[in-house]
């Protein structure tokens, strides 16, 4: 019986000899399929929220009229399709009551997915925090997983490592620095009622309580259990920590061993110490006495000279009422 002595001859298969070349270089290329939009299933824990706002309502709008211009992209699941990109084309589809939308399918592992998801999300006009938040976590943890160099460290201004900072590969293509995309990422260590607080300082809705990013991330330092008496706190007082007082909490929680925690009234404490912007001041326009100084003059030589000319009025009236 003859041998095969492990020869390959490199044979064509079927397809390969009942094809031209030509037909196999398309099959290899994408093409966009319409499919109806009950045969694709949103992105696990997707970060970014579909919103019914007025940019939605425009794109519904425009659906109806024109159609879904911009392919989503998806990728095989068992039984249909998941998203990848285009959660806000499938819901303005379906709002428009459209049958089916166009989409690029894409052959993607779980960690190419979610890069690709948040990259095309990040190009949005507006996003929240806290959907930074959790997209910049989520890519970090995928590009850790596919062997990046892409250590977290809990230094919220970054430490560098051997030749890349931490996040500097996740804040490439994006409007934030390496230093915000770690603020960012620290945000996932809150609990969701003051997460939303955050949210609210982009929102700017009146009449809601809001935090600012940077005491928000010494706040994040804090147990989930101080971060939840805290909150109660500021319901309470109506009001929410400075960063000077953030970081003061901090390192009183940090100062804490075992399952010792802050105590309340610490917390409360804190809370009412004047923060520098609650000092009641006076503004004078600075036309109504721009007259009175030579141009250029510092504004803390004219707080000083108005306060001199004051003393002076306030000694005359004295005087006066002798």
Excluded: W
């Excluded at 920590?241 to 940090?254: D, G, L, N, T, V």
């Amino acid at each position: 019986m003859a041998r095969n002595n492990g020869l390959n001859f490199n044979l064509p298969s079927v397809d390969d000899l009942f094809s031209t070349e030509e037909s196999r270089a398309e099959a290899r290329l994408e093409k966009v399929v319409n499919l109806n939009p009950s045969e694709i299933s949103d992105f696990p824990d997707h970060p970014f929220k579909v919103q019914m706002d007025a940019a939605m309502q425009e794109m519904v709008e425009s659906v109806k009229q024109y159609g879904v211009l911009v392919p989503a992209l998806v990728r095989p699941k068992q039984g249909g399709y998941e998203m990848v990109a285009g959660h806000r084309r499938k819901m303005a589809a379906e709002l428009a009551q459209l049958p089916e939308i166009p989409c690029i399918v894409r052959n993607l592992t779980d960690d190419e997915a979610t890069i690709i998801m948040v990259d095309s999300n990040l190009q949005r006009e507006q996003i929240l925090p806290s959907e930074k938040a959790f997209a910049y976590k989520m890519k970090l943890d995928a590009m850790k997983r596919q062997g990046q160099r892409a250590d977290l460290t809990s230094d919220p201004l970054g430490q560098k490592l051997k030749g890349v900072y931490s996040v500097e590969v996740v804040a490439q293509g994006t409007s934030d620095s390496k230093t915000q995309v770690q603020r960012y990422i620290r945000l996932t260590h809150l609990i969701p009622d003051i997460l939303e607080l955050v949210d609210n300082s982009v929102l700017r809705e009146p009449e809601v309580l809001q935090i600012a990013m940077r005491p928000a991330v010494e706040l994040s330092y804090l147990r989930k259990e101080e971060q939840a008496d805290l909150f109660a706190i500021m319901e309470e007082m109506d009001c929410t920590p400075s960063h000077a007082q953030a970081i003061k909490m901090r390192q009183m929680s940090e100062a804490k061993t075992g399952d010792e925690r802050l105590a309340k009234d610490a917390l409360v404490a804190i809370m009412k110490e004047e923060k520098p912007n609650q000092k009641e001041q006076i503004k004078i326009p600075k036309e109504r006495i721009s007259k009175y100084f030579a141009p250029g003059t510092p504004a803390q030589k004219i707080e000083d000279t108005i306060v001199q000319a004051l003393e002076l009025y306030r000694r005359r009236q004295r005087s006066l009422e002798r």
